[in-house]
């Protein structure tokens, strides 16, 4: 799992559904800052992060990490 590619596409989604950092790191349990961490790859979300956005942007998981 790469984590560019995965905070890349995240990013992507998030901006696609129009939903604000702010509002997404709610949802999911994380500060912003983790979050922005994940969206730039600095940071490997755990598979339950990935499940929680996959729910928020209303995604199957693999489309998410591009499978």
Known sequence: MEASRIGRRIRAFRKLKRIQQIEMAKQINVSVTVL????????????????????????????????
Do not use: F, M, N, Y
């Open 36 to 67: 922005g961490r994940i969206e730039r790859g600095e940071k490997i979300p755990e598979q339950t992060t990935l499940v929680k956005i996959a729910e928020v942007l209303q995604i199957d998981i693999e489309e998410l990490i591009g499978e």
